[in-house]
């Protein structure tokens, strides 16, 4: 039971141009959404997150959309630099109790072409 | 301010015996967490500690142990070790069990 999806497992975008990595989720109870960057040989970095109250967070290059009623968000990279290519890993935190279990897609491995 | 630490990077075990994986969360972290990532999939929860005590465990079968020390360090034991079990091994931790995680570099596990 896949409750986190990123159907695309591989992007490739041109510098200076805007990535957009997008995920699906099937579960109404996540109360948070976060995106991590991963290099090889390095755990997770989180990137950036949003709640589920809101439909857009910012930061800097970074833009995260949550579209509730589709139960989909995407993060937005614009623009584009050769080191933002790294595997992006979309996950959902079920908050239960005080244990904030958090369910990720399968990654996106994005490729930054100079 | 330390990260996240985890030892040993890389370790390779023959099926059935028993690994001992070990975390040394960020510093003033309570909370640690441990994840399973197989090759080419994200990582899936397999328990959280918060002061000692396991709080929400994923879907894995008990032969999958772990403990928090008073210093917040956590180990992640597997009894019986299967081939299915090669993985990356993440360790995470957070201020209370919903604050941001911080993972470390993780450990490498390959079962012969």
């Known amino acids: 039971d896949q409750q986190v999806k990123q159907n695309s497992p591989s992007l490739s975008v041109q510098e200076g141009r805007i990535s957009i990595l997008n995920c699906d989720y099937t579960?109404?109870?996540?109360?948070?959404f976060l995106w991590y960057k991963k290099y090889p040989a390095e755990g997770p970095t989180f990137l950036i997150s949003?709640?589920?109250?809101?439909d857009k967070n910012e930061d800097g290059r970074f833009t995260v959309f949550l579209n509730k009623s589709a139960k989909h968000l995407s993060l937005h990279i614009v623009p584009s630099q050769p080191g933002d290519s790294a595997v992006y890993f979309c996950a959902a935190r079920l908050d239960s109790g005080n244990t904030g279990k958090l369910i990720f897609g399968q990654g996106t491995t994005l490729q930054v072409k100079p | 301010e330390t990260g996240v630490t985890q030892s040993p990077t890389h370790l390779i075990k023959t099926r059935g015996q028993q690994v001992t994986l070990r975390c040394s969360s960020q510093s003033g972290h309570n909370t640690v967490s441990w994840y399973q990532q197989a090759l080419g999939q994200g990582p899936q929860f397999i328990f959280q500690?918060?002061?000692?005590?396991?709080?929400g465990r994923g879907n894995f079968p008990p032969r999958f142990s772990g403990l928090q020390f008073p210093n917040y360090s956590s180990e992640l034991n597997v009894n019986a070790l299967e081939l299915d079990d090669s993985a990356l091994y993440l360790c995470?931790?957070?201020?209370?069990?919903?604050?941001?995680?911080?993972f470390g570099q993780g450990t490498r596990l390959t079962v012969v």
């Open positions: 500690y918060y002061r000692e005590e396991e709080n």
């Open positions: 995470a931790s957070s201020l209370g069990g919903t604050g941001e995680a911080f």
């Open positions: 949003i709640s589920s109250i809101k």
């Open positions: 579960n109404s109870m996540f109360d948070y």
